[in-house]
């Protein structure tokens, strides 16, 4: 069975949000995706949208990752963050923001579908 999904994705690079957008497409079905530029359209986007998740890339212009999931936690503090990044130094900044995961762009794109499939399983 495929589960429909409201998702939020916040990367600065476009190519990135769409091949997000097209992994996920494999495993759930997604309804009213998102997406964001930045945190600050981020933080608007989780108040529009009310996604079921948020993908949320840490380093990004205007506002990042980390300060937009710190704000959106306060806001919706139910709503899954998964923090995406290139540099694992971000990792203990994103989770003490309050992001559920840290998943480093290198992984196999396995560990991003686990993670997705363990957060949106309680919704």
Do not use: W
Request: with cysteine.
């Amino acid at each position: 069975m495929v589960k429909t999904l409201r998702i939020l994705i916040v990367d600065d690079q476009r190519r990135a949000r769409k091949s997000l957008k097209a992994l996920l497409a494999t495993r759930f079905q997604l309804a009213d995706t998102c997406e964001a530029v930045n945190g600050i359209e981020a933080v608007r986007c989780v108040e529009e949208c009310k996604p079921d998740i948020v993908l949320m890339d840490a380093q990004m212009p205007e506002m990042d990752g980390v300060e937009a999931t710190r704000i959106i936690k306060e806001k919706s503090p139910h709503t899954p963050v998964i923090m995406l990044s290139m540099y694992t130094e971000y990792q203990a900044a994103s989770l003490a923001a309050g992001a559920d995961v840290f998943i480093s762009k290198g992984e196999p794109p396995e560990r991003l579908l686990e993670a997705l499939a363990k957060a949106t399983s309680s919704k």
